[in-house]
Nanobody, 123 residues
Framework: QLRLVESGGGLVQPGGSLRLSCVVT????????IGWARQAPGKEREGVSCINSGGIMTAYADSVKGRFTISRDLSKNTVYLQMNRLKPEDTGVYYCLAECSTATLRTEGIDYWGQGTQVTVSS
């Protein structure tokens, strides 16, 4: 059974940075494309980023492109989301998920979700 556990959320001022971590257990990262989605209050969940099982292809939502970077560490079976130049509109609960799609960043039909970590961007 694949299990995803996120950490790293918190309160940060606009323009600041955070790094989210998603520890994957049950399977190696080589088997699954792992991604991130977020949900702001009153809004639908949206795909943010995805890294494929080979670790070569990545994808980002237009709203975070150039500010967020997804990466992974096979030795720790962990996927990271480095978030820079954060904006108030980045506020929400961030979820780790599998399997994501680098083509669509879909959030429907996802089999595995983490419990989520809160990110709040506010002065």
């Amino acid at each position: 059974q694949l299990r995803l556990v996120e950490s790293g959320g918190g309160l940060v001022q606009p323009g600041g940075s955070l790094r989210l971590s998603c520890v994957v257990t049950g399977y190696s990262l080589d088997y699954y494309a792992i991604g991130w989605a977020r949900q702001a209050p009153g809004k639908e969940r949206e795909g943010v980023s995805c890294i494929n099982s080979g670790g070569i292809m990545t994808a980002y939502a237009d709203s975070v492109k150039g500010r967020f970077t997804i990466s992974r560490d096979l030795s720790k079976n962990t996927v990271y989301l480095q978030m820079n130049r954060l904006k108030p509109e980045d506020t929400g609960v961030y979820y780790c998920l599998a399997e994501c799609s680098t083509a669509t960043l879909r959030t429907e039909g996802i089999d595995y979700w983490g419990q989520g970590t809160q990110v709040t961007v506010s002065s």
